[in-house]
């Protein structure tokens, strides 16, 4: 059987992390099968899905390259792709069932089941359906239907001892059948309940492997039995380990960002996201830890899936991602940083393209994340300069700073070739007629020019902000610090 994956996602909500992962699995495990990625769109929760929600969900996946080769908007043999779509395919077999008897209509309310549920529970028994209705008779079945109550349909479970799978990452596992009840499969809505809809669309899609997240392993006897209820192959199953935080608690928006457009927003590129998901349970030596997606489509194997929990350490995907960055081209580098800055509201496009490519070399390897160029950069970004508190308090308490600061502004605005090279004579030919260490006058420029302790190299920060803006700010600074200075006194 050729390999056919599916990812189905909620349009609940923005794609979370481990969903990415999830599909980013299931496309790495097709692609090196040579088989078929198919998007599902499980919306039957009506109330939540939205519109909005779809197309996050589509952006995120097309940001991080997982292509899907069927899917509501690629087409496809086997679709509709949506499940709102397919209500008249899930009455279908359920009336399939019904007429086998393997499915009874249940007319208790969810009052009635609730109530029950808290007996049991006081009782100290596992709460579960009782099955009253399954013993009904055709005369009480009609009294409820003349009533018109509404009925939902439940599947007859017939006790098999238990039901046991080869589960890819987990091995065997066994569920006991007495530890299940007679399930909802549609709802008194018309409805299908989530195990009953994947069943069937995993069937009809010809779905060869399932790989989803642990959280679904109560499921899994539930959709084994009822493909067995049809008569059909159950797909292979792998049941990839939980994403944890920090803390080891299960990763939620307490530990910060959780949906991939957040990352993106965060200035991470789709390259280091997508190698830092694929080790999220992955391992290909325990040793290499950078990957392409295309390295990832020759090399991943689900086989090679750990059971235990992963850790999501966001120090680990920033030093990632700046390794990433590190491998762009430099006209990729500076498309990227100006297409994020575009999309923070700052647009670069009237400077000359050599200078924004010029402040992005400047940054080098402080570039980890495309908002640093952002945070780095702001300094020849900004007309207004922001500058950093402590920073300044530090240069405020050093003796001298304004003056010194006043004296090089001259030297800048004298120096016709205005070079990186003269520059930096310049300013190293000021410290030493000052008697002062060149880093000392440096350092008190980097904060006078940038607002920072911590920036690109003070020469290129300079040639950045031209001549008439780096004179003004170092007399800017020298005419603050003489008037905190003097305030002081007073």
Same mark, same amino acid.
């Given at each position: 059987?050729?390999?056919?994956?599916?990812?189905?996602?909620?349009?609940?909500?923005?794609?979370?992390?481990?969903?990415?992962?999830?599909? =980013?699995?299931?496309?790495?495990?097709?692609?090196?099968?040579?088989?078929?990625?198919?998007?599902?769109?499980? /919306?039957?929760?009506?109330?939540?899905?939205?519109?909005?929600?779809?197309?996050?969900?589509?952006?995120?996946?097309?940001?991080?390259?997982?292509?899907?080769?069927?899917?509501?908007?690629?087409?496809?043999?086997?679709?509709?792709?949506?499940?709102?779509?397919?209500?008249?395919?899930?009455?279908?077999?359920?009336?399939?069932?019904? *007429?086998?008897?393997?499915?009874?209509? $249940?007319? $208790?309310?969810? !009052?009635?089941?609730?109530?029950?549920?808290?007996?049991?529970?006081?009782?100290?028994?596992?709460?579960?359906?009782?099955? #009253? $209705?399954?013993?009904?008779?055709?005369?009480?079945?009609? !009294?409820?239907?003349? *009533?018109? @109550?509404? *009925?939902?349909?439940?599947?007859?479970?017939?006790?098999?001892?238990?039901?046991?799978?080869?589960?890819?990452?987990?091995?065997?596992?066994?569920?006991?059948?007495?530890?299940?009840?007679? &399930?909802?499969? =549609?709802?008194?809505? %018309?409805?299908?309940?989530?195990?009953?809809?994947?069943?069937?669309?995993?069937?009809?899609?010809?779905?060869?492997?399932?790989?989803?997240?642990?959280?679904?392993?109560?499921?899994?006897?539930?959709?084994?039995?009822?493909?067995?209820? &049809?008569?059909?192959?159950?797909?292979? &199953?792998?049941?990839?380990?939980?994403?944890?935080?920090?803390?080891?608690?299960?990763?939620?928006? @307490?530990?910060?960002?959780?949906?991939?457009?957040?990352?993106?927003?965060?200035?991470?590129?789709?390259? +280091?996201?997508?190698?830092?998901?694929?080790?999220?349970?992955?391992?290909?030596?325990?040793?290499?830890?950078?990957?392409?997606?295309?390295?990832?489509?020759?090399?991943?194997?689900?086989?090679?899936?750990?059971?235990?929990?992963?850790?999501?350490?966001?120090?680990?995907?920033?030093?990632?991602?700046?390794?990433?960055?590190?491998?762009? +081209?430099?006209?990729?580098?500076?498309?990227?940083?100006?297409?994020?800055?575009?999309?923070?509201?700052?647009?670069?496009?009237?400077?000359?393209?050599?200078?924004?490519?010029?402040?992005?070399?400047?940054?080098?390897?402080?570039?980890?994340?495309?908002?640093?160029?952002?945070?780095?950069?702001? &300094?020849?970004?900004?007309? !207004?300069? *922001?500058?950093?508190?402590?920073?300044?308090?530090?240069?405020?308490?050093?003796?001298?700073?304004?003056?010194?600061?006043?004296?090089? +502004? /001259?030297?800048?605005?004298?120096?016709?070739?205005?070079?990186? +090279?003269?520059?930096?004579?310049?300013?190293?030919?000021?410290?030493?007629?000052?008697?002062?260490?060149?880093?000392?006058?440096?350092?008190?420029?980097?904060?006078?020019?940038? %607002?920072?302790?911590?920036?690109?190299?003070?020469?290129?920060?300079?040639?950045?902000? %031209? @001549?008439?803006?780096?004179? @003004?700010?170092?007399?800017?600074?020298?005419?603050?610090?003489?008037?905190? #200075?003097?305030?002081?006194?007073?």
């Amino acid at each position: 059987m050729s390999v056919r994956v599916r990812f189905a996602p909620s349009p609940t909500g923005y794609l979370h992390v481990g969903g990415a992962r999830t599909a =980013l699995y299931n496309y790495l495990h097709a692609r090196r099968a040579g088989g078929v990625f198919v998007l599902r769109i499980e /919306d039957t929760d009506a109330e939540r899905s939205t519109p909005e929600s779809l197309a996050a969900i589509y952006d995120s996946m097309r940001w991080l390259g997982l292509a899907w080769d069927e899917g509501p908007d690629a087409g496809g043999a086997h679709g509709p792709y949506i499940q709102s779509e397919r209500r008249a395919r899930y009455r279908a077999h359920a009336g399939t069932l019904l *007429a086998a008897r393997r499915a009874y209509p $249940c007319y $208790c309310t969810p !009052a009635e089941l609730e109530a029950r549920r808290e007996q049991q529970l006081a009782r100290g028994e596992p709460p579960r359906y009782d099955g #009253r $209705c399954r013993a009904l008779d055709a005369a009480a079945r009609a !009294a409820h239907e003349a *009533a018109g @109550r509404p *009925a939902a349909l439940r599947f007859a479970l017939e006790d098999s001892g238990e039901v046991a799978w080869d589960d890819a990452v987990r091995g065997r596992v066994a569920f006991r059948s007495d530890v299940l009840d007679d &399930f909802v499969i =549609l709802r008194s809505d %018309g409805l299908p309940t989530y195990n009953f809809a994947c069943v069937v669309d995993d069937h009809e899609m010809e779905i060869s492997d399932v790989i989803r997240g642990d959280d679904h392993i109560s499921n899994t006897p539930r959709q084994i039995l009822l493909d067995r209820a &049809f008569g059909w192959t159950p797909p292979r &199953f792998a049941h990839v380990p939980m994403i944890l935080g920090s803390d080891g608690t299960r990763l939620s928006k @307490r530990h910060g960002a959780t949906s991939v457009s957040s990352y993106r927003d965060m200035g991470i590129l789709p390259e +280091a996201l997508v190698n830092f998901l694929a080790l999220l349970g992955w391992s290909l030596d325990g040793q290499r830890e950078l990957f392409s997606l295309a390295e990832l489509e020759q090399l991943f194997s689900i086989d090679r899936v750990g059971s235990n929990p992963a850790i999501f350490n966001i120090e680990k995907l920033e030093w990632m991602n700046g390794q990433h960055m590190k491998r762009l +081209a430099e006209d990729d580098r500076l498309a990227r940083v100006e297409a994020f800055l575009a999309a923070h509201g700052r647009d670069v496009s009237a400077h000359p393209r050599e200078w924004r490519a010029a402040l992005v070399r400047a940054i080098g390897d402080r570039l980890k994340t495309l908002a640093d160029a952002e945070r780095y950069g702001a &300094f020849a970004l900004d007309d !207004a300069l *922001a500058v950093d508190p402590i920073a300044w308090s530090e240069l405020l308490e050093k003796p001298d700073v304004g003056p010194r600061l006043a004296s090089l +502004a /001259d030297r800048v605005a004298a120096d016709s070739e205005f070079s990186l +090279a003269s520059l930096e004579q310049v300013t190293r030919g000021l410290a030493a007629e000052l008697g002062i260490k060149a880093g000392d006058l440096m350092s008190a420029a980097r904060v006078a020019l940038t %607002g920072r302790k911590v920036a690109p190299g003070l020469f290129e920060v300079m040639t950045l902000l %031209g @001549r008439e803006k780096a004179v @003004r700010r170092l007399r800017d600074a020298a005419s603050r610090w003489a008037e905190e #200075r003097q305030a002081r006194t007073v």
